[in-house]
């Protein structure tokens, strides 16, 4: 059974920084695409960012020059680098990737990660 499993949220103030990471577990062949989601009270899930297996990234446009994500294939792990945070950024993160594993490609979700921007 194919697992996403995150880590690294938190509490921080205005203008600091965090790191998410997730790491898939269980039995597969490959990961394509991963990424970010993102869900705050009362609003609709949102891409954060995504990174295909060569590397290419796309963020939203809110993000942009302040959060960066990145993988290491060889761990199955994909993280998000988050700095000059804002209240705003207040939300459950979500990992998602879409996995090769034995019933063919998939969309795995994790049960997300909170992310609290206050003073």
């Known amino acids: 059974q194919v697992q996403l499993v995150e880590s690294g949220g938190g509490l921080v103030q205005p203008g600091g920084s965090l790191r998410l990471s997730c790491a898939a577990s269980g039995r597969f062949f490959s990961t394509d695409i991963m990424g970010w989601y993102r869900q705050a009270p009362g609003e609709q899930r949102e891409l954060v960012a995504r990174?295909?297996?060569?590397?290419?990234?796309d963020y939203v446009d809110s993000v942009k020059d302040r959060f960066t994500i990145s993988r290491d294939n060889a761990k199955n792990t994909v993280y998000l680098q988050m700095n000059s945070l804002k209240p705003e950024d207040t939300a459950v993160y979500y990992c998602n990737a879409r996995i090769a594993a034995t019933r063919g490609w998939n969309e795995y979700w994790g049960r997300g990660t909170q992310v609290t921007v206050s003073s």
């Open positions: 990174i295909d297996s060569t590397g290419s990234t």
